[in-house]
């Protein structure tokens, strides 16, 4: 099975800074793909940022990008010129590739609550 | 733009009644899920479920749990006997088509409260 790991509880980042969140994985799997979430205080599951495994190519959303290391199974997302409105729970998730038959759920990490100090 | 919507907003109920959750996915979505949040924890995948039937379950679908889509455009998740356990976000997701590389779209939540 696989799992993610977020192994910062909270991290803080004074407005207009840069900030990066961290985030493993572990699977067997050579094609996946993976993701970060932004949940703010509304609790509303809002996609940043999207990975396939099979690009080299590092993922890049306006201020959000990522650092994806596959063979180190690493997938951190940098926030650039942080804003307030950035502040929210971040979630990092897995997701196979494959036929829908067999779910293709999303697997979350534990997350991160980003803190933005003005 | 097209969006999953989620119907009740908060729910309260006592330990051991039924609740139903509703969900409306995007209209032409085919795939549908349900996630569970407990307050404070990860988002745990709880069912997935294509051409009316369940896909995939997690361990934590046990037999109080049951999924529908009774007409055509809802989508809901049944609770039978409610545990304290239970409370926690509820989301429903969606799913336009076959390819794995479609995104999910996910509803506001139900905050379901158990007493």
């Known amino acids: 099975a696989q799992t993610v790991t977020q192994s910062q509880p ?19 799997e050579s094609d996946y793909y993976l993701f970060w979430y932004k949940q703010p205080p509304s609790r509303q599951m809002i996609l940043v940022i999207r990975q396939e495994a099979y690009k080299q190519q590092n993922a890049t959303e306006n ?33 196979s590739a494959g036929w829908v038959e067999y779910g293709n759920k999303l697997v979350f990490g534990a997350g991160t609550i980003l803190r933005v100090k003005s | 733009e097209p969006e999953v919507t989620q119907t009740p ?30 307050l404070g924890q990860k988002v745990e995948f709880l069912v997935s479920f294509y051409n009316n039937e369940i896909s ?22 049944k609770i039978r006997s409610t545990k304290l356990e239970d409370s926690a976000m509820y989301f429903c997701a969606s799913k336009v088509g076959t390819s794995d590389s479609y995104e999910q779209y996910f509803g506001p939540g139900t905050r379901l409260t158990v007493t």
């Not at chain 1, 991290?11 to 994985?25: D, F, I, K, N, P």
């Not at chain 1, 990522?66 to 199974?73: E, G, I, L």
């Not at chain 2, 969900?23 to 032409?28: A, D, F, K």
Request: with cysteine.
């Open chain 1, 63 to 95: 201020r959000f990008s990522v650092n994806f290391q596959k063979a180190a199974k690493s997938f951190s997302l940098k926030i650039s010129d942080s804003q307030l409105g950035d502040a929210a729970m971040y979630f990092c998730a897995y997701r």
């Open chain 2, 56 to 77: 995939e379950k997690s361990e934590i679908f046990d037999d109080q749990f049951s999924v529908e889509r009774p007409d055509g455009s809802n989508f809901t998740l």
């Open chain 2, 9 to 38: 907003s908060h729910q309260v109920t006592q330990m051991g009644q039924e609740v139903i959750l509703r969900c409306v996915p995007i209209s032409n979505h085919l795939y549908f899920y349900w996630y569970r949040q407990i």
């Open chain 1, 10 to 28: 909270e991290m803080s980042v004074q407005e207009a800074e840069t900030v990066t969140l961290s985030c493993t994985y572990d699977t067997s």
